[in-house]
């Protein structure tokens, strides 16, 4: 079963579901950078205030260390940390640019 819900990192339908605890974390895609979501815990009741965005627009290993720091610091359910990395190495690398190289062609040959 696959789950797509917010804050399910894993995108199955367990324990590591977002929904279920009040501390969750989601990353997403946006042009400048990885976006993380942490639901806070202290506002549960306050859905507009509940989710807290913050915009990570560094390099890869800047990026994916700042996001460990984030989960690992605020105790935003440990056992996601891998989880989380992951997810954010495959943004970016799907951010990255494709450089296509064309084929060079030799001069034309006159007999």
Do not use: W
């Not at 627009?57 to 984030?70: E, P, V, Y």
């Amino acid at each position: 079963m696959c789950g797509t819900e917010p804050n399910n990192l894993r995108a199955r339908n367990s324990c590591s579901n977002g929904l279920i605890h009040r501390k969750a974390v989601e990353l997403a895609a946006n042009i400048k950078g990885v976006v993380v979501i942490m639901k806070r815990r202290s506002s549960q009741q306050k859905l507009a205030t509940s989710y807290m965005q913050t915009t990570i627009n560094k390099n890869g290993q800047a990026t994916l260390s700042s996001i460990q720091h984030t989960v690992c610091k605020n105790k935003y359910h440990l056992d996601l940390r891998v989880a989380a990395i992951h997810r954010a190495r495959a943004i970016l690398q799907s951010q990255e640019l494709v450089v296509v190289k064309r084929k060079q062609t030799g001069p034309t040959k006159s007999f």
